[in-house]
């Protein structure tokens, strides 16, 4: 029976070695571990109650210290000089160490002896120590507190002083150096690292002060209380449960011992050892590092064990992986043998299969991806439930200016908001209907505004089958390209042949009508210049040699549209010069409307064209802009030469009631008029005689603001001639 590469590697390592290994080392590790904890915990405590001892044992012997100085012959003797009392306060001093002074104070509560009559005559009836001692109490140790007298931390020891007969003397005191202290904590420490701990020992009244700690400038400036955020009565509680606290202010593991009060003594000092976290865990973690040794080495002695056999198994898998690596990076992969054992021959054969399907299928994607990427339509495809987007091609991002690493993977609605155009398209095109009708393979044409440009655009939505089951929709499918400019060759084609129809007719109409109008206007002018006529009838004369020349003016235009080129006189043409003509043509006729009329001028090349009917262009427009004004207003006249478009541009803007979409689009068609005696001749003239001097007219208008008419001349045209 062939057995399998999985059987046979997990079969050995797991069930023959690692499994029974791991097992075991786990039940031992976890043994050791519990043991070696409860081990230091247990060194911790001893720590603690023995310096807890040795402040009980440093307190009693500086109690005795003041009890043998009370009972000192010559302080109990009431007629002994104070010189002598100095003496032995100055003995007393110089054969111990620990203590800066002493001072001796009668019943009244003055110092009346002191080493060196700085404070003699001081009262002291307010200080603690005084009262505590000479209330009848014997002997007082007061807590660790701050000397004035001293500069640094300090406390006093004091005894009542009677004499012979039991009387009260006064009271004898002694400020003890705490620097003593300190010096037990820092031989503690000692005493810590030979044990392997490196940590210290430090002293804690119950307000929470550090009292005595290795770092003098935490004393009676510290309070471990607040800062652990612990009360007085869990510190107690620590104390009395002997539980182990961690310090997360310093990181710290740390224990705690009351120490024992005595008569005199009634201060709660709590002695504290504190232990660096990783300290603590140091030992286990020396055990992990033997236990990943020790495993180490057995699994290094079965790997060696398992190497003929991996050698087998592992080699014709290594050719297969080496293959696939190579295929993946898109390097040539020849078909792969199928000679070494079963499970790898039926995978070498998949795998042949596999890559000679994958290399079709990339060399199909690739060219439905290059036809995708070049063509002029857009793209976009994105799946039905989620409205996740799949595809965005290269037109896409250049319309809605985002790349396609922002787009694919998100929503249409956040790519909605993080892009104005995108969300105005989307908008435009009525997809969100389409889509809840359900109205697929739709065509239509929809028209697109962004920063102020109209864009029209033809699209078509359709859906995309799942590429594991064609009986389900999964992507849908809009497709669109942009038809503006067909559109708009559309229009001006049409615009074109209805010029050109209209200027047939119109020359065959102004040539039949000319000839009997100028026949009908001759005899009217000799009626009306015969004496026979009468006055009144002189006057109906005038009207219909008016309306004439009238009809010859409209007769005229038409022949003019007809055939614009019919009189063409090209000079040098300064565009400054003809603006101002204008200018001041129509300048009194705007300030009797009371219409502010205003000419900015920039330097410009002289151009080469025909004057007059440039003249003809822009006269014909600002009339148009006076009379669209209603009393008041602005117009503005404007020449600039555009280098980027090679252009130069005439703007004739005013503030008039402005036209809709649907009248800007009219504009220039034949006979389309808003004037109530209008020909809509003068604007089609307009156009016409423009695109005759190789430039173009464009008109922005919005009703209620304004109308502005901007003329582009070519600049190269400007340039031929100069």
């Known amino acids: 029976m062939v057995k399998t590469l999985r059987a046979k590697l997990l079969f050995f390592f797991f069930f023959a070695t690692l499994l029974p290994l791991l097992f075991v080392g786990y039940i031992t590790f976890q043994s050791q571990k519990i043991d070696m904890n409860e081990q230091l915990h247990q060194t911790m405590y001893t720590m603690t109650d023995n310096f807890a001892v040795s402040i009980e044992d440093i307190v009693n012997e500086r109690m005795k210290d003041v009890i043998i100085l009370a009972n000192n012959p010559t302080l109990r003797d009431s007629e002994q000089s104070r010189e002598l009392i100095r003496e032995e306060l100055r003995l007393f001093v110089n054969a111990h160490s620990v203590y800066y002074g002493a001072i001796f104070v009668n019943t009244e509560g003055i110092v009346t002896v002191d080493l060196d009559n700085t404070i003699?005559?001081?009262?002291?009836?307010?200080?603690?120590?005084?009262?505590?001692?000479?209330?009848?109490?014997?002997?007082?140790?007061?807590?660790?507190?701050?000397?004035?007298?001293?500069?640094?931390?300090?406390?006093?020891?004091?005894?009542?002083?009677?004499?012979?007969?039991?009387?009260?003397?006064?009271?004898?005191?002694?400020?003890?150096?705490?620097?003593?202290?300190?010096?037990?904590?820092?031989?503690?420490?000692?005493?810590?690292?030979?044990?392997?701990?490196?940590?210290?020992?430090?002293?804690?009244?119950?307000?929470?002060?550090?009292?005595?700690?290795?770092?003098?400038?935490?004393?009676?400036?510290?309070?471990?209380?607040?800062?652990?955020?612990?009360?007085?009565?869990?510190?107690?509680?620590?104390?009395?449960?002997?539980?182990?606290?961690?310090?997360?202010?310093?990181?710290?593991?740390?224990?705690?011992?009351?120490?024992?009060?005595?008569?005199?003594?009634?201060?709660?000092?709590?002695?504290?050892?504190?232990?660096?976290?990783?300290?603590?865990?140091?030992?286990?973690?020396?055990?992990?590092?033997?236990?990943?040794?020790?495993?180490?080495?057995?699994?290094?002695?079965?790997?060696?064990?398992?190497?003929?056999?991996?050698?087998?198994?592992?080699?014709?898998?290594?050719?297969?992986?080496?293959?696939?690596?190579?295929?993946?990076?898109?390097?040539?992969?020849?078909?792969?043998?199928?000679?070494?054992?079963?499970?790898?021959?039926?995978?070498?054969?998949?795998?042949?299969?596999?890559?000679?399907?994958?290399?079709?299928?990339?060399?199909?994607?690739?060219?439905?991806?290059?036809?995708?990427?070049?063509?002029?339509?857009?793209?976009?495809?994105?799946?039905?439930?989620?409205?996740?987007?799949?595809?965005?091609?290269?037109?896409?991002?250049?319309?809605?200016?985002?790349?396609?690493?922002?787009?694919?993977?998100?929503?249409?609605?956040?790519?909605?908001?993080?892009?104005?155009?995108?969300?105005?398209?989307?908008?435009?095109?009525?997809?969100?209907?389409?889509?809840h009708n359900k109205d697929f393979n739709k065509k239509y044409e929809f028209e697109f505004y962004y920063n102020g440009q109209k864009r029209i655009f033809f699209a078509s939505v359709s859906t995309l089958p799942k590429l594991n089951n064609e009986d389900e929709l999964e992507d849908v499918l809009l497709i669109f390209i942009d038809i503006t400019d067909k559109r708009k060759m559309e229009q001006e084609l049409v615009r074109s042949e209805k010029l050109q129809l209209v200027g047939q007719l119109a020359a065959g109409f102004a040539h039949e009508i000319r000839n009997p109008l100028t026949t009908i206007r001759g005899f009217m002018q000799i009626f009306h210049q015969s004496d026979a006529t009468k006055g009144e009838h002189k006057v109906h004369y005038d009207v219909i040699i008016k309306e004439i020349d009238r009809v010859n003016s409209i007769i005229d235009e038409l022949l003019q549209m007809a055939n614009p080129k019919s009189i063409t006189t090209k000079a040098e043409t300064n565009i400054g010069e003809l603006l101002t003509d204008i200018y001041t043509l129509y300048k009194p006729e705007a300030t009797e409307k009371e219409i502010a009329m205003k000419l900015h001028l920039e330097p410009l090349p002289t151009v080469y064209l025909d004057r007059s009917k440039l003249h003809q262009v822009v006269m014909n427009l600002v009339k148009n802009g006076l009379e669209a004004m209603d009393g008041s207003g602005k117009l503005i006249l404007n020449a600039t030469e555009n280098s980027e478009r090679e252009t130069i541009e005439i703007s004739i803007e005013d503030t008039g009631v402005g036209m809709d979409e649907k009248t800007v689009e009219m504009l220039g068609t034949p006979f389309f008029t808003t004037k109530e005696t209008g020909t809509g001749l003068g604007l089609m003239t307009s156009f016409r005689i423009v695109e005759e001097l190789g430039g173009e007219i464009s008109v922005s208008s919005i009703e209620g603001v304004g109308t502005t008419f901007t003329i582009q001349l070519p600049l190269y045209e400007v340039k031929m001639y100069q």
């Open 120 to 435: 003699v005559g001081t009262d002291v009836n307010d200080r603690s120590w005084y009262q505590e001692t000479i209330s009848g109490n014997g002997i007082y140790f007061s807590d660790i507190f701050y000397s004035d007298v001293i500069n640094q931390p300090a406390l006093v020891l004091a005894h009542e002083v009677k004499g012979s007969e039991g009387e009260t003397l006064g009271v004898v005191s002694a400020i003890f150096d705490v620097n003593f202290l300190w010096e037990r904590l820092a031989h503690f420490g000692k005493q810590q690292k030979s044990h392997g701990l490196d940590g210290y020992a430090f002293l804690v009244n119950d307000q929470g002060n550090l009292i005595a700690h290795p770092n003098e400038n935490l004393i009676l400036s510290y309070n471990y209380l607040e800062q652990n955020e612990l009360t007085s009565e869990a510190l107690l509680s620590l104390v009395q449960n002997r539980n182990l606290f961690h310090s997360k202010s310093n990181d710290m593991i740390q224990t705690f011992a009351r120490v024992a009060k005595a008569q005199g003594f009634d201060n709660e000092w709590y002695v504290g050892v504190s232990v660096p976290k990783d300290r603590i865990n140091s030992p286990v973690h020396e055990l992990i590092i033997k236990y990943l040794i020790l495993f180490g080495c057995v699994l290094l002695i079965t790997s060696f064990a398992v190497l003929k056999l991996s050698s087998y198994i592992v080699k014709p898998l290594q050719r297969l992986v080496f293959a696939t690596s190579d295929f993946a990076f898109g390097k040539k992969v020849y078909p792969l043998a199928p000679d070494a054992y079963h499970e790898v021959d039926t995978l070498t054969r998949t795998f042949n299969m596999m890559t000679r399907r994958l290399v079709e299928r990339e060399k199909s994607h690739r060219k439905s991806t290059l036809i995708l990427e070049t063509t002029d339509n857009g793209v976009l495809a994105f799946q039905q439930s989620s409205q996740r987007v799949t595809t965005f091609n290269r037109q896409c991002e250049q319309l809605f200016v985002l790349e396609k690493e922002q787009v694919i993977g998100s929503t249409l609605d956040q790519v909605i908001e993080t892009n104005k155009a995108f969300e105005q398209f989307i908008e435009s095109s009525k997809l969100a209907d389409v889509l």
